[in-house]
């Protein structure tokens, strides 16, 4: 993974996500805490070095049994550990991230803990649009963004899982532009368009995930305090009001060839 998007300095990693596919957003030094869960003892600590791999550090596992020979570890990977181990690290603004790795149908993903309450394992209530395009197969694959908070992207687009990366297949947008639809219940919203590409010709190339999530971000910021001015604010399914903070970006689809629809989740927070 490129510097660009997740360097390995422990003091940049300023927008954790909710939900982490693998390790490879954890800087260098993270350490993996695995406990025992009878006792709540803590057994064994671990450091990710630089090659991405783990060892163990008996120096701060006052738990661990002296006749443990740690050699048996080697250097351990991510997928090595069970469920419910501690991942720990600081960033810029020396605020510990926690996240722990999840099991059933979280496993093998990492999952933010939040310092109010549990893991973020449970999916964010989806808000309801209508489909642009009805029931027409879409035109490209979607593309997940793994539920990251909007307000996470507009202050740092490196928020965003391989930011760096193209937003889309080349092939599929023909024109220049791409128009963002939002078909949220009772909340009329004319159709904006963006620029899809870059460059001209032989040279020409797609926007980049971080840009085409920061310009959802952007619109549906000003979507929902233009919502909230006019009195039609944007609400749960219970009728409770959303805020702009709660949104997160989960994916977006391609109802037609030019135009793309995100799909947009709210965390219940308490």
Not at 109 to 122: I, Q
Not at 171 to 197: D, E, T
Not at 208 to 217: F, L, Q, T
Request: glycine share 8%.
């Amino acid at each position: 993974m490129s510097g660009a998007e997740f360097p390995s300095d422990p003091y940049s990693f300023n927008s954790p996500r909710l939900i982490l596919d693998t390790d490879e957003a954890f800087p260098l030094a993270t350490v993996i805490t695995q406990s025992d869960w009878e006792t709540r003892n803590l057994e064994y600590t671990f450091e990710k070095q630089q090659d991405g791999k783990y060892t163990v550090q008996m120096a701060h596992s006052p738990a661990l049994n002296p006749s443990c020979d740690a050699s048996v570890y080697g250097r351990l990977s991510a997928s090595d550990f069970p469920a419910g181990v501690i991942a720990t690290f600081f960033n810029a603004d020396r605020h510990k991230i926690e996240y722990v790795k999840g099991a059933g149908e979280a496993e093998g993903k990492w999952l933010r803990v939040t310092t109010n309450g549990p893991a973020s394992h449970v999916e964010p209530e989806v808000l309801y649009q209508t489909p642009y395009n009805g029931d027409k197969e879409p035109y490209h694959p979607v593309v997940d963004y793994h539920c990251v908070r909007l307000s996470d992207i507009l202050t740092d687009t490196a928020a965003v899982d391989n930011c760096g990366g193209p937003a889309y297949g080349r092939s599929i947008v023909g024109g220049q532009k791409l128009s963002l639809r939002l078909q949220f219940p009772n909340i009329p919203y004319g159709a904006r368009q963006f620029n899809a590409k870059h460059g001209t010709g032989a040279n020409q190339r797609s926007i980049i995930r971080g840009e085409m999530a920061h310009h959802i971000a952007k619109k549906m910021k000003q979507f929902t305090e233009e919502a909230e001015r006019k009195g039609t604010p944007l609400s749960r399914m219970d009728g409770t009001n959303v805020q702009f903070d709660h949104l997160v970006l989960m994916s977006v689809a391609f109802p037609s060839k030019g135009s793309i629809q995100p799909e947009i989740g709210v965390i219940c927070e308490q």
